[in-house]
């Protein structure tokens, strides 16, 4: 199989540590940054390019990874599925929804293997979690990321990364669709002022959610402030909660037995592992992830955004 990447800075170390743990040869890299492109192409004893088309082109890849930032997405994840490779892409997959049903659409006419990289999905925890809620039906879902983020190149900026509910947040309003189901409206309120010399943005969200069940959420997220079980989510039904503790520990109560599980896979391994099994497969349902359903999570984050704005709750749009 031939593997290449579109962008391969920050989290393409971690799809390559991966690959490099699957025994997986890297053929090209593309990076609008050369020295970087160039340094790790000697790292991984492949070829450079700084324009993507130009590395689709020559190489004939199998399965591309894409990861850039949301506000990067011009049209890289299109091309590399109308090349006829496969494509992994870094959540979140855009900025722009319409754009996003776009890239779907295209997706989907050349029928190739599409995964997003919503790694929570694929931990010990979530397999768990999914095995003990079964077809329970949910009442709450609740859900936060606290960090403390330090200096990083773009994703203060709001144009490039969207806001921190849209760029890291997003995990955890994937995980409440994952358990509760899709979302209708939401209702979000932000603080500014103690995170200004770390993003142009919100630096404290509290946002809800009313999802199309009936069941109802909360997330809240800052980026100023390193908490304990800073990425967390929590589901509660009829003498039922459980509380993921991202990545590795379950707990809760189900069925009058406390529930006290310790994975060890958090997810980032196995979803390189289950793309490229689905990739030599042909199947996509061995996907957990896929485009479309990471623009669904996508939508839910735009109109988190959209509800900072204009101060009153906003329908998600449907894709």
């Known amino acids: 199989m031939k593997i290449g990447f579109i962008g391969v800075g920050g989290i393409a170390g971690n799809y390559l540590g991966s690959l490099q743990k699957l025994e997986r040869p890297i053929a090209a890299v593309c990076d609008i940054n050369a020295e970087r492109a160039q340094q790790k192409a000697a790292e991984l004893g492949a070829r450079s390019y700084t324009d993507h088309r130009a590395m ?84 709450l879902g609740l859900g936060r990321f606290m960090c403390r983020m330090g200096a990083h190149p773009w994703w203060g900026n709001s144009e490039i990364c969207g806001g921190q509910m849209l760029e890291q947040t997003t995990h955890v309003f994937d995980q409440l669709r994952l358990f509760l189901g ?13 995170g200004d010399d770390i993003a142009d943005f919100e630096d404290s969200t509290a946002c809800n959610l009313r999802f199309k069940s009936g069941a109802v959420g909360n997330i809240h997220s800052t980026c100023c402030a390193n908490v304990p079980d800073g990425f967390v989510t929590e589901l509660s ?83």
Do not use: W
């Open 182 to 194: 899709e979302v209708d409206e939401v209702f979000a309120y932000g603080h500014r002022g103690l």
């Open 237 to 319: 039904g009829r003498d039922f909660y459980l509380k993921l503790s991202h990545d590795t520990h379950l707990t809760g109560k189900a069925d009058g037995e406390e529930v006290d599980f310790r994975g060890e896979e958090a997810g980032y391994f196995r979803q390189v592992e289950h793309f490229l099994r689905a990739v030599e497969a042909n199947d996509q349902t061995l996907v957990r992830s896929s485009f479309e359903d990471a623009a669904r999570t996508l939508a839910v984050t735009l109109a988190a955004n959209r509800s900072l704005d204009s101060g009153r709750p906003e329908k998600v749009e449907s894709i």
């Open 56 to 139: 689709l082109q020559s190489e004939r890849l199998d399965a591309v990874f894409i990861s850039i930032p949301p506000g990067a997405h011009s049209g890289q994840v299109v091309d590399a599925a109308q090349a006829g490779a496969h494509v992994f892409v870094a959540k979140p997959v855009g900025l722009d929804l319409d754009a996003v049903r776009c890239t779907r659409d295209a997706i989907a006419q050349a029928g190739v293997i599409n995964q997003a990289g919503y790694m929570a999905r694929y931990s010990d925890i979530c397999e768990r979690a999914r095995e003990i809620v079964g077809e329970r039906p949910l009442g």
